[in-house]
């Protein structure tokens, strides 16, 4: 029962990532899922959630309007696209998954039993 993340990358500032969480092992539409971020000498924090009884969705102040989460329950697949990208965006992302058949959804790091091993996202010039 793994957790990956995909999608990473360098990208210029005003550009546009999508990152992806697929779950192997275990079926991810039962779970809640929080994407986190942390940058080098912070601590990590979180940027959105999207449940698993209703879809409802969730968003960090600092990237609400900019950042989207999805899930797509036949792929086992959730998604955050990331629009319109700062230099303070750039961090290492995780998903997390918790909260199973539950309508839990928050942007606290506990909970969630399943983390990814995260993946890199640099925004710069």
């Known amino acids: 029962e793994q957790l990956v993340e995909s999608g990473g990358g360098l990208v210029q500032p005003g550009g546009s990532l999508r990152l992806s969480c697929t779950a192997s092992?275990?079926?991810?539409?039962?779970?809640?899922i929080g994407w986190f971020r942390q940058a080098p000498g912070k601590e990590r924090e979180g940027v959105s959630c999207i449940n698993s009884s209703d879809g409802s969705t969730y968003y960090a102040d600092s990237v609400k309007g900019r950042f989207t989460v999805s899930r797509d329950n036949a792929k086992n697949t959730v998604y955050l696209q990331m629009n319109s990208l700062k230099a303070e965006d750039t961090a290492v992302y995780y998903c997390?998954?918790?909260?199973?058949?539950?309508?839990?959804?928050?942007?606290?790091?506990w909970g969630y039993g399943y983390w990814g091993q995260g993946t890199q996202v640099t925004v710069s010039s």
């Open positions: 997390a998954a918790g909260f199973r058949g539950s309508s839990v959804c928050h942007l606290g790091v």
């Open positions: 092992g275990f079926t991810l539409g039962y779970y809640s």
